[in-house]
């Protein structure tokens, strides 16, 4: 049985392109793999945070993997910052990095761009993501397009650690899921839908009344032609509308072009838009259950425990082969 790890930031509730892209996979993939889902809260303040908003999203989104299908019987759910091996190995993998190296990562780029002060985590953090994977002897990590440079890395720092110590460490595989992994800003098409886009109306949250819901799929870009046809190039909205519909319900895009041949946009949003209120109802009601339940700090609890259990055998093993501290007899 193959190792999965994933992990997700606490920093607002996540979208519909969260769920599509990551979260519904998950779900598939627990079944016949050892999985680690982790809210990583130590990747969310490399930026400034409010701690009790952090908070809030932290709980939040533990409701919302279980509300999506994670089984705590059959996954490991767990918050970074409860296990605190991540942050240790974090800084070992720092120690193994290189700046030129954290310099070409795209996300830090982007995230600094403008900016008079960057944190110095935001630099260094994906050695800490490089720990959160490395921990559990992770085979596979799930993750959208925009994280594929990360891994990379991931690996390069495993198989330089492998030489320069001891081969103690699985170099992991990147998964990027085929359908749906890329779910675009419905004000937007050509960029990605993301819960930071200052226009609520770009994104679709997965907590997002059914009203709101209707109102933001109708009032998605589209084009004047008045075609519904998949053409990312020249018909990005429509494309993305396409998607979505199709990633909702499992029809196929070719089996709902010829659904709608000949008709108009309003009638395509309109089932568009039902299709994405019956994807996420059953989810918002398990979430609602779960927010404030003593059922949801026990699965977390008992999370920590395991992935705690697994992540310091690792470190010990790490820390050996660095040669830190002293070997018990």
Not at 177 to 182: I, L, Q, S, T, Y
Request: aromatic fraction near 8%; proline fraction near 4%; include cysteine.
């Amino acid at each position: 049985m193959k190792t999965i790890f994933s992990g997700i930031q606490p920093s607002g509730t996540l979208t519909l392109g969260n769920y599509l892209g990551a979260l519904r996979q998950f779900t598939e993939l627990q079944d016949d793999h050892e999985c680690y889902f982790c809210i990583v809260d130590e990747h969310a303040i490399t930026v400034p945070q409010d701690r009790l908003e952090l908070r809030k999203n932290i709980r939040s989104l533990a409701a919302l993997y279980l509300a999506s299908g994670i089984d705590p019987e059959k996954s490991t759910l767990f918050i970074q910052s409860e296990v605190p091996a991540h942050a240790q190995l974090g800084w070992m993998m720092q120690s193994i990095s290189y700046i030129g190296e954290l310099e070409r990562m795209t996300q830090f780029k982007d995230k600094s761009e403008g900016k008079s002060a960057v944190s110095a985590a935001l630099f260094t953090y994906p050695a800490l993501m490089a720990a959160d994977i490395l921990l559990y002897n992770t085979d596979i990590v799930p993750v959208g397009d925009d994280q594929k440079q990360h891994l990379e890395l991931t690996r390069d720092l495993a198989q330089r650690f492998n030489n320069r110590y001891n081969d103690i460490f699985t170099i992991p595989e990147v998964r990027i899921p085929k359908v749906g992994a890329r779910i675009m800003s419905l004000k937007d098409p050509l960029k990605k839908m993301s819960k930071s886009d200052e226009n609520k109306k770009g994104f679709i949250s997965m907590l997002d009344e059914p009203k709101q819901i209707i109102k933001k799929i109708k009032s998605a870009v589209t084009d004047s032609e008045g075609i519904i046809k998949y053409d990312k190039e020249n018909k990005p909205g429509v494309s993305n509308l396409l998607t979505i519909y199709s990633s909702c319900t499992g029809e196929s895009i070719e089996s709902l072009e010829k659904k709608y041949e000949g008709k108009g946009y309003g009638d395509f949003k309109q089932d568009v838009a039902e299709a994405v209120v019956n994807l996420l109802e059953p989810i918002q009601n398990r979430y609602y259950e779960l927010i404030e339940s003593k059922e949801l700090d026990t699965i977390l609890d008992e999370g920590a425990e395991k992935a705690s259990f697994k992540a310091n055998k690792m470190l010990q093993k790490a820390k050996k082969a660095m040669g830190l501290g002293r070997v018990k007899k």
